[in-house]
C-alpha cells in the first residue's frame, strides 16, 4: 500500500504532524520503533526508574572526544523522551528567534519570527493541556490568550520560598505545566498526580511514566487522538534502517525498516522525519546514496552539524533550619536574568537563562549525583532540606559540535560545551537571593553529555541552501518530498525547554504538508 504520507517518530514533532493532519483524510503511516511503554507498578518505582534505568534505551553512543561508548537518556515508546519529561512547557522568547550575543558568541536568527509561530504555540498549548497564569513571569512573550488552565498551586514550603524570592526582588512565578488533573475535568478539581507517591513519599512525576496517564506527554496529547482517525495507521516495533530516492534522486520512494527481525519496505507520496536530532541525522547519514554521497539532504554539508543540548545543572539548595517535606516541588520557575542582569554593567548584556524547580530528590540521588562526597545519612539530611533546582541555559550551535557515524555505522557525537561561565553566573544569583531566606549550603552539579533530552540543531532551518537543511516551510532543500519537523530543524536552542516549540513548529509545518498533500 502507498500512503500519502509516512511519519517516521511518534514523539512530540511526529504526532503533532499526525493529529494536524489527521482530520485531512489523507491515508497517514506512523511509524516507531517501540509501542507503548507498559503501564505497570514499575512505573512509580524510584530504584527502577534512577537505579536502573527502567525503560532506558540500551543502545550506545561514542563520545568522539574521549573515543569511549556512553548510554545517552533515549526513551523510544511512543510519545519518545515526553514519557519520563517533567512537563515544563514555555515558549521561546520573541528576541530568541533573532540574533542574540551570549557570552561565548553570536547565537544565530531564525529565519521565521515569534509572530509566525505565537497561533501555533496557542494550539500546542491548548493541545498539551499547559497549566499557568499568563503575566506571572514578566518577561514571557506576549499572547493573546490565557493559559487553558489556571497554574498548580505551590506546596507550603515552595509557596514560602516563592514569596521570599519575591521579596529579594525576584519575580518568582507559576511554572507552566501540561498536565490533566483527570481525563474528565483536566483543568479543575483535585490533582490527582499530586497524590501519587512512589517509594519516597514523593510524587512521581518528573522523570517517571505516568501509570494513569494524565501527564501530558506525547503519546497522551497527539498520537492517541491522531490514530483515533481511521485514515492513520501506526505501527511500532519498526527500526528505519533507511530512506531511499527513485532514480533521479530528488524523491523519496520508500523506507527500508526491519519489523519483528524481518526487512521491511514502506511506500508513500511524501515522508516526513521526526526522529530527533540525533537520530535524525543519523538516519540521513545512514542513507547516503549515488546521488547522495554525504547522505541524504545533506548538499550543504550541515546535516549532523550544530548540534545543541542545553547548557544543564542541577542546583541543590539547602536551608538547615527549614525542612523541606514537599511531594509536589515541580511548579516554580525564575526568568529574572534570562537576557542579563538589569543595572549590572558587567552582566546586563548577557544572557543566563532559564531556572525551574525539579521533583523532589533523595538522599540516594544526591549520592548518585555527587558520589563519595558523603555518607548515606548526610545526603538523607541534605535531602530533608533541600529545594532541587533545574538551571538551564542556551548553547551555541557550534559547526564542529556535530553527529557522526563511526564505520560500523554506530552514532558518534562531538560536543564542546558553551556559555558554561554564564550558567555559573545564573546560579550566583540564585543563590545570592536565597541566602537572606535562611538557604547556607549549596550543590552544583553540571549535567553529562548523556543527558540528551533537549538535544536540537541538527538539521537546521534557513533560506540559505548552501548553509542549512530545510526551508521555512520544514521540506528539505535537497528533495521535493521530505519534511522535517523534530528539534534538529532549530537554528539555536534558547533556554527554554524545546517540547512546546517542537510542538508548535510541527503544527506550522503541517499547515505547509497540508498544501502539499
Not at 72 to 77: A, I, K, N, V
Not at 135 to 147: H, M
Not at 238 to 251: A, E, M, P, Q
Request: with cysteine; aromatic share 8%; glycine share 8%.
Amino acid at each position: 500500500m502507498t500512503y500519502d504520507l509516512c511519519i517516521i517518530g511518534a514523539g512530540v514533532g511526529g504526532g503533532a504532524l499526525a493529529q494536524a493532519l489527521a482530520p485531512t483524510g489523507k491515508r497517514i503511516l506512523l511509524l516507531n520503533r517501540l509501542g507503548s511503554l507498559p503501564r505497570e507498578s514499575r512505573n512509580w518505582d524510584p530504584k527502577a526508574m534512577f537505579t536502573e534505568d527502567a525503560y532506558k534505551s540500551e543502545e550506545l553512543w561514542i563520545d568522539d572526544a574521549t573515543d569511549l561508548p556512553f548510554r545517552p537518556g533515549m526513551y523510544y515508546w511512543l510519545g519518545g523522551n515526553t514519557k519520563v519529561y517533567g512537563s515544563a512547557l514555555l515558549r521561546l522568547r520573541p528576541q530568541d528567534f533573532g540574533e542574540l550575543q551570549t557570552m561565548d558568541g553570536v547565537s544565530p536568527a531564525w529565519p521565521i519570527s515569534y509572530d509566525d509561530l505565537a497561533p501555533f504555540y496557542d494550539r500546542a498549548e491548548q493541545t498539551y493541556h499547559v497549566h499557568g497564569r499568563r503575566g506571572a513571569d514578566p518577561f514571557e512573550p506576549p499572547s493573546s490568550r490565557p493559559f487553558p488552565h489556571p497554574a498548580i498551586e505551590h506546596d507550603p514550603r515552595i509557596a514560602d520560598v516563592a514569596e521570599g524570592l519575591r521579596s529579594q526582588g525576584v519575580d518568582a512565578f507559576e511554572l507552566p505545566m501540561g498536565v490533566q488533573f483527570s481525563r474528565e475535568d483536566p483543568g479543575s478539581g483535585p490533582f490527582v498526580l499530586r497524590e501519587t507517591f512512589d517509594a519516597m513519599g514523593r510524587a512521581a512525576f518528573d522523570g517517571y511514566p505516568d501509570l494513569l496517564h494524565l501527564k501530558c506527554d506525547a503519546e497522551v496529547a497527539s498520537v492517541e487522538p491522531a490514530v483515533a482517525h481511521s485514515n492513520v495507521d501506526l505501527v511500532t516495533g519498526v527500526d528505519v534502517t533507511r530512506i531511499v530516492t527513485d532514480d533521479s534522486g530528488k524523491r523519496i520512494s520508500h523506507l527500508e525498516a526491519v519489523l519483528e527481525g524481518e526487512t521491511v519496505t514502506f511506500h508513500a507520496d511524501a515522508f516526513a522525519l521526526c526522529a530527533g536530532a540525533v537520530n535524525s541525522a543519523a538516519l540521513l547519514l545512514r542513507s547516503a546514496s549515488e546521488h547522495h554521497p554525504d547522505g541524504l539532504a545533506n548538499a550543504s554539508g550541515r546535516v549532523g552539524r550544530h548540534l545543541m543540548r542545553h547548557v544543564t545543572s542541577k542546583f541543590y539548595t539547602v536551608a538547615s533550619q527549614s525542612p523541606n517535606p514537599t511531594r509536589f516541588q515541580k511548579t516554580l520557575a525564575v526568568n529574572d536574568f534570562y537576557f542579563g542582569v538589569p543595572g549590572d554593567p558587567e552582566w546586563e548584556s548577557v544572557p543566563l537563562g532559564h531556572i525551574h524547580l525539579m521533583g523532589k530528590h533523595a538522599g540516594w540521588q544526591i549520592l548518585q549525583d555527587i558520589p563519595g562526597a558523603f555518607t548515606p545519612e548526610e545526603a538523607d539530611a541534605i535531602a530533608a532540606n533541600s529545594v532541587d533546582w533545574w538551571v538551564q541555559g542556551e548553547d551555541l550551535p557550534l559547526e564542529d559540535n556535530r553527529v557522526t557515524l563511526g564505520d560500523d555505522g554506530s552514532i558518534r557525537v562531538r560536543y564542546v560545551e558553551t556559555n558554561r561561565a554564564a550558567q555559573e553566573e545564573l546560579m550566583n544569583r540564585l543563590e545570592a537571593a536565597l541566602r537572606p531566606l535562611g538557604f547556607d549550603r549549596f550543590l552544583r552539579v553540571p549535567m553529562p553529555l548523556g543527558v540528551m533530552n533537549h538535544q536540537c540543531g541538527t538539521c537546521r532551518m534557513g533560506t540559505d541552501p548552501s548553509s542549512s537543511v530545510v526551508g521555512v516551510d520544514g521540506r528539505a532543500h535537497d528533495l521535493e518530498n521530505l519534511w522535517i519537523a523534530d528539534a534538529s530543524v532549530f537554528p539555536s536552542s534558547g533556554a527554554t525547554n524545546p517540547t512546546l516549540t517542537i510542538a508548535a513548529n510541527a503544527f506550522r509545518v503541517a499547515t505547509h504538508l497540508e498544501d502539499a498533500l
